[in-house]
């Protein structure tokens, strides 16, 4: 029977208890496209803020 590792849950990190930590090729690539959205995209910085509380919001980030 394969073994499964659960994430550590009372790591600082937030990436340690997502599903992306199990998955380091698509957790790149997440980063690199969140990155570019983030840093090239064409909203004001308000605008980005709002976008990102509503995200973490409706996904109960807690950030």
């Given at each position: 029977?394969p073994?499964?590792?659960?994430?550590d849950?009372?790591?600082?990190?937030p990436?340690a208890?997502?599903?992306?930590?199990?998955?380091?090729?698509?957790?790149?690539?997440?980063?690199?496209?969140?990155?570019?959205?983030?840093?090239h995209?064409?909203?004001?910085?308000?605008?980005?803020?709002?976008?990102?509380?509503r995200?973490?919001r409706v996904?109960d980030?807690?950030?």
């Open positions: 029977m073994r499964i590792s659960l994430p849950v009372d790591s600082d990190d990436v208890s997502s599903p992306l930590a199990h998955q380091p090729q698509l957790l790149s690539d997440f980063m690199t496209a969140y990155g570019t959205l983030w840093s995209g064409v909203l004001d910085g308000a605008t980005k803020e709002v976008a990102r509380l995200n973490a996904t980030c807690g950030f």
